[in-house]
């Protein structure tokens, strides 16, 4: 129980050392590169996200390359789920080994992989192929951010790990 000189917490003022209250927001102390590094790989993200044709997806699957409906939900659209983990996994594994950039690359390859294969296949078997590309394209998206934390100095992570989501975000409602 509070004594009657004691004021409610929320009425009590939270006031930093002078000399706290400089470094408390750092964001904006970056270098000019480190800055546009981070700019890059916002405009990255929001590109990599960035899928205007997805929402067609079924429709030009059944009406453009001849498959059913009961293809496309029950042996197509599967394999993306299963394949999400291991991908994840294997990526994971293979950018700690070979850099993040590298593991990026390899994701914006597999991006273009599956589009390829999406238009230009014709078997299940090919269709089914490109949901293993684009759950490795989909697992290089949490390299984007790790990539962001390493352009900038640890006391901005914050920041870059902010700013790499909302690239992506804005792509979603673009």
């Not at 640890?154 to 700013?163: C, D, E, G, R, T």
């Amino acid at each position: 129980m509070r004594g009657p000189h004691e004021q409610p917490l929320l009425q009590q003022e939270c006031t930093l050392p002078h000399a706290q209250q400089a470094s408390v927001s750092p964001a904006f102390q970056s270098s000019k590169p480190q800055r546009s590094r981070l700019f890059l790989l916002c405009i990255f993200s929001f590109l990599r996200v960035f899928k205007p044709s997805e929402p067609f997806l079924v429709d030009f699957l059944v009406d453009c390359k001849g498959f059913t409906n009961e293809q496309i939900f029950d042996h197509v659209f599967p394999v993306f789920v299963y394949a999400q983990a291991p991908c994840l996994l294997i990526l994971g594994m293979f950018s700690e080994r070979c850099g993040y950039k590298l593991g990026l690359l390899l994701g914006a390859v597999c991006s273009l992989t599956t589009v390829t294969l999406t238009l230009l296949a014709q078997t299940l078997l090919l269709q089914q192929l490109s949901q293993v590309t684009v759950a490795l394209a989909f697992s290089s998206d949490t390299l984007i951010t790790a990539l962001g934390l390493h352009a900038m100095p640890p006391a901005q992570s914050q920041l870059a790990s902010h700013a790499t989501k909302v690239g992506a975000s804005l792509s979603t409602a673009a």
